[in-house]
C-alpha cells in the first residue's frame, strides 16, 4: 500500500481559505494624524465584532481600526471554520472552573451565537453558514464513557444532546474507527472563516468605521485625556483603545505573560465526487472531532472537500509569531496518514492544501479580559482555538467595560479574574512539554492521566480535551 503521505504532493502551503479570488483589496496604510471615539488594534474576529458593535450601540461615535496586515489574514481566516457557542472552551471544562455561572454562560452562549446569525443574516455575509451542529466521536472503548457524561452534564444545563452508537455514528459519517457519538445539533454551525472576516470587515465600513490595513501598532501610551497609538506613518489619538491582538505580542507588556502562540496545522483535501461522497456518507455536514486529548477537527467545505486538522499543537519558544512556523511537513504527514486510516475508502484522493498557523492559548483555554490606563484600555484574549464565535461575546464585554457598565456580562468570574501567567523561560517550555507528552500518554494508556496531570487538575490548569 502507497504511503498516504504521497497524497500531499501537489498540495499548496497556503491557508485554503485564503486562498480565494474574492479576496477583497486592502485598504490603505494610516499616514499622518488621526483622531478618533474608539480606536480598535486588530483587524481579527476580536477586533472586527469590537469595532462593528461599537457602531450599532452607537452610531454617532467615530471607530477607527488598524491592523497590521490586512483583515483576517490570520487565525480568523486560517481556522477550521466552526463556529461554536461555548464561551468556555467546552462545557467540561466550564464546569471545572465556574460551575456555579455555568447556567449563565450557556445562556448567553446560546445567545452569542443566534446574534453572529443575525449578523450574517443582516449584512448579507456570504460565509457558507450552515447551522449543521458537530458530533463528539469516540474512537477508542474508554471514550464511551466521557460521552456519556457529557451528555448528562449538558442535560443538567439544558442542552439536549443526541447520543449514537457505533451504528448510529456510522449512518451519519461512516469511519471504521467510530465506536460512538454525541451529537450537538444546535451549539455549532460551519462557516468559511476568511469570507466571515471580509463579510464584518464589509459590515463595519457600510457604518462608518475607518480601516487601516498594514498599520501595525507600535506603542501606546497617555496623552493628557487621550491615549496615543503610535504606526510606522503616523499617530492615533483615541479617547478609548480596544486591543485585539491576541497571538500577537500585547501592546501592554504586562498582559504578555498571559498568553503563549501554539501553533495548529491543518489539511485540506480535493472536492470529492459524488461517490467518493456517498462512501462517506455524510448527507448531515456535521462537522466532528474526535475525544482525544491530541485531537482531530473535521468537516466539509461547501464544495464537499474535507478539511482534516488538528493533533499536534505546537509551542516553540522564542517571542513573536513567526511565518516560516506556518507549515510543518512532519505535522502534514501525520495528518496525511491519520486522514486514511479514518476514511480508507477514500484511497487516492489527494491534498490541495496544507497550512498551519498561530492560536493564543491562555492558562485557562479560554478568553480573559482587562483593563489598563485608568479604564481608557480594554483587553481580549486567550480564546485557545475557539474564538470563531467566542470573539463576539468577547467584544460585548470589551465595550461593557470600556463604558464602566454593569450588565450580565461585566459581572462574571470569568470576566473579572485573569487566569494564571504562564511562567518565564525556561520553566515554560518544560512545563508545556511535560503536559503535551503527558496527555499523548494519557492518549495511550486508556484516558488515565499521570501524575504530572493530576496535580495540573488540583490547581485548576487541567485540560482534557
Same mark, same amino acid.
Given at each position: ?28 496604510? @494610516?499616514?499622518? /494624524? =488621526? ?7 486588530? %483587524?481579527?474576529? !476580536? +477586533?472586527?465584532?469590537? #469595532?462593528? $458593535? ?5 452610531p454617532?461615535?467615530?471607530? @477607527?481600526?488598524? /491592523? =497590521? ?7 480568523? %481566516?486560517?481556522? !477550521? +471554520?466552526?463556529?461554536? #457557542?461555548? $464561551? ?12 456555579? /455561572? ?10 452569542n451565537?443566534? +446574534? ?15 447551522r ?38 456510522r ?61 510606522p ?83 516553540r ?68 482555538g ?8 468577547g ?29 518565564p ?41
Amino acid at each position: 500500500m502507497a504511503d498516504p503521505v504521497h497524497a500531499l504532493a501537489d498540495a499548496r502551503p497556503v491557508p485554503f481559505w485564503l486562498d480565494d479570488p474574492g479576496r477583497p483589496a486592502a485598504l490603505p496604510a @494610516l499616514v499622518g /494624524e =488621526a483622531h478618533c471615539d474608539l480606536l480598535v488594534v486588530g %483587524g481579527g474576529y !476580536g +477586533g472586527l465584532w469590537t #469595532a462593528l $458593535l461599537a457602531k450599532e450601540r452607537h452610531p454617532e461615535r467615530e471607530v @477607527l481600526l488598524v /491592523e =497590521a496586515r490586512e483583515v483576517g489574514w490570520a487565525a480568523s %481566516g486560517r481556522n !477550521g +471554520g466552526f463556529c461554536e #457557542a461555548s $464561551l468556555t472552551h467546552g462545557l467540561g471544562n466550564g464546569h471545572q472552573r465556574w460551575p456555579a /455561572e455555568l447556567g449563565l454562560l450557556e445562556r448567553l452562549a446560546a445567545d452569542n451565537l443566534r +446574534g453572529i446569525e443575525r449578523t450574517v443574516e443582516r449584512y448579507g455575509i456570504d460565509c457558507d453558514w450552515e447551522r449543521t451542529g458537530s458530533i463528539t466521536v469516540a474512537t477508542e472503548p474508554y471514550q464511551l464513557a466521557g460521552l456519556h457524561e457529557h451528555q448528562a452534564l449538558a442535560a443538567r444545563h439544558g442542552s439536549e444532546l443526541t447520543l449514537l452508537d457505533r451504528a448510529q455514528v456510522r449512518a451519519q459519517i461512516d469511519s471504521p474507527t467510530f465506536l460512538g457519538g454525541l451529537w450537538d445539533r444546535d451549539g455549532v454551525a460551519m462557516v468559511n472563516p476568511a469570507r466571515l472576516a471580509w463579510g464584518l470587515k464589509r459590515a463595519c465600513l457600510e457604518l462608518g468605521v475607518r480601516i487601516h490595513e498594514h498599520t501595525p501598532a507600535t506603542a501606546l501610551a497617555e496623552s493628557g485625556p487621550a491615549i496615543a497609538v503610535r504606526t510606522p506613518y503616523g499617530r492615533v489619538r483615541a479617547a478609548k483603545v480596544a486591543l485585539a491582538t491576541n497571538a500577537f505580542p500585547a501592546l501592554l507588556r504586562r498582559h504578555r505573560p498571559y498568553t503563549v502562540p501554539v501553533y495548529d496545522y491543518a489539511l485540506m483535501t480535493e472536492p470529492l465526487t459524488a461517490d467518493q461522497l456517498a462512501a462517506v456518507g455524510w448527507r448531515g455536514r456535521q462537522g466532528w472531532a474526535d475525544s482525544a486529548n491530541q485531537f482531530h477537527y473535521v468537516r466539509l467545505s461547501a464544495d464537499d472537500r474535507i478539511l482534516f486538522g488538528g493533533y499536534d499543537a505546537v509551542y516553540r519558544p522564542g517571542a513573536g509569531v513567526r511565518a516560516e512556523r506556518d507549515q510543518r511537513p512532519e505535522t502534514f504527514a501525520t495528518l496525511a496518514r491519520h486522514f486514511a486510516r479514518t476514511f480508507p475508502q477514500l484511497a487516492g484522493v489527494r491534498f490541495s492544501h496544507a497550512w498551519g498557523g498561530a492560536i493564543d492559548t491562555s492558562t485557562r483555554f479560554c478568553a480573559f479580559f482587562d483593563l489598563a490606563h485608568r479604564g481608557r484600555v480594554a483587553y481580549a484574549a486567550g480564546y485557545t482555538g475557539l474564538g470563531v464565535g467566542a470573539t463576539r461575546f468577547g467584544a460585548q464585554v470589551v465595550l461593557d467595560l470600556l463604558a464602566g457598565e454593569r450588565t450580565e456580562r461585566t459581572g462574571l468570574e470569568m470576566v473579572r479574574r485573569k487566569p494564571l501567567p504562564f511562567p518565564p523561560e525556561p520553566a515554560r517550555s518544560i512545563g508545556i512539554g511535560l503536559t503535551k507528552w503527558s496527555l499523548a500518554r494519557a492518549d495511550a494508556n486508556g484516558g488515565r492521566r499521570n501524575p504530572w496531570l493530576r496535580a495540573l487538575d488540583r490547581v485548576g490548569l487541567g485540560f482534557d480535551s
